[in-house]
């Protein structure tokens, strides 16, 4: 791994805010920035599986656009001439979307995602698409139609799902920041494993109309990026009501900007008593009282809490996952179930064994869970978790199919995710050290509902104090970067 300060002499290297200053001053153009991302996007491809589609010709072409605009002084927006790549769950009209699935390996998407349309109405150019897990459903990055997703820290090891793609590309810095979906922890579970910084935001946040759907309960959409300034420079953009889905809040997007100029002294952490602290491997462990030394060195004040049970909510979350789930795939799983992949098909066809009753108790205490945790969080600003007991498995050792044992394997790496799904709640997963093999391991700061703002302020408290997000994997058989 290595610790730098990216200039211009290698654009793709800088995070979003810089590459936003950069093109705004004139130190770069677009098309060079563009041509920067492509080159590492051809290198590192053939290592990491990290897109799906790649498409140089649309890019450059648009950049060459961008570029015009930006030297006549009329930029489309914040974006204007920075290229991305987003999870391939996000529609775009005219484009495939193949979900990460071969149901849908040549669907054309005849309307826009609404994240995504917002993005490239500030000018966000589009490299591709990235690889993700078979329909959003899956914890470790595993795709047995386009290909596994590969670790950039170590290749043998998973990236986390179901948003590999994007939490690959942007540990690579193939692309500065990606869109992901947080379902059941597919955003903080790349992030954690890849070492980016991923925000799941509040159930209701940003508008899911134009991304494929899982779970209607607890589908939301986040960036994962390069620090928590670049996840909250895109939440401000994709944020907000959307008349095209009635579940996304009209609650205030606030300037989110701002949490960045505020010092974190003062402000309260909880460390929770049991459960996310429970059963942690040694080296996980570690990097966790590290991380509550830094933020007290911050003046941040620790403070323990007493959560309610989380093995319940748990519990509740994958019932509403799999019977949500199930439901959304019937048709395609009668008529089609041997296109499916052996792990995604197993998963979702449990769902039909879900008794109505109990969908609906999952439902109905949902309200009354959270009522329980915002009593028990009310002396704090948020909590500090691990998102994983340990870091990244291999692909060999976490592929396991539809085989009977395949849920334990899954419940073992979502077991401190799950509970936040559950009660709609936003999460940051930050950066905050490595193994002794050179594994990223990431710790998730969790707020109240509609309280980015406060976690993305610790996230960038944390980020002033630490370099882990600054760490960029090398290039295997390539010189240190």
Sequence with gaps: MTAMTPTVADPALLDLAGMIEALAARKVSSVELTQACLARIAAWQPVINAFIAIEPDEALAAAREADTRLSGGAARGLLDGVP????????????????????????????????????????????????????????????????DARNPWRPAHVTGGSSSGSGAAVAARLTPAALGSDTGGSVR?????????????????VSRFGAMPLSQSLDTVGPLATSALDCGLILGLIAGADPRDPTASDVAVPDYAAAFDQDVRGMRLGVPSRFYTENLDPETEAVYQAALDLFRQEGVEIVAIDLPDQAVLSAASQVLLAAEGAAFH?????????????????RLENGFAIPAVTYLESLRYRGIALAEHLAAVAGVDAFLAPVSAKASPTLEESDVGGAPGAEAVIQQITRFMRPINYLGLPALSVPSGFTRAGLPVGLQIVGRPFAEDVILRLGAGFQRASDFHRQIPSLPGAPDE
């Excluded at 579970?189 to 946040?205: E, I, Q, S």
């Design 84 to 147: 991305f790549a987003h999870k391939d769950m996000f529609y775009a009209k005219g484009k495939i979307s193949t979900c990460g699935s071969k149901i849908r390996r040549d669907w054309v998407a005849d309307e826009d995602s609404t994240a995504l349309l917002r993005l490239t109405e500030t000018g966000a150019i589009r490299l591709g698409t990235l690889n993700m897990a078979e329909f959003a459903y899956g914890p470790t990055g595993h795709n047995v139609h386009f290909g």
């Design 189 to 205: 579970m790349p992030a954690n494993f890849c070492g980016v910084t991923g925000l799941k935001t509040t159930v209701g946040r």
């Design 330 to 346: 019937r048709q395609w799983l009668r008529e089609r179930p041997q296109d499916y992949g052996d792990q995604v098909r197993a």
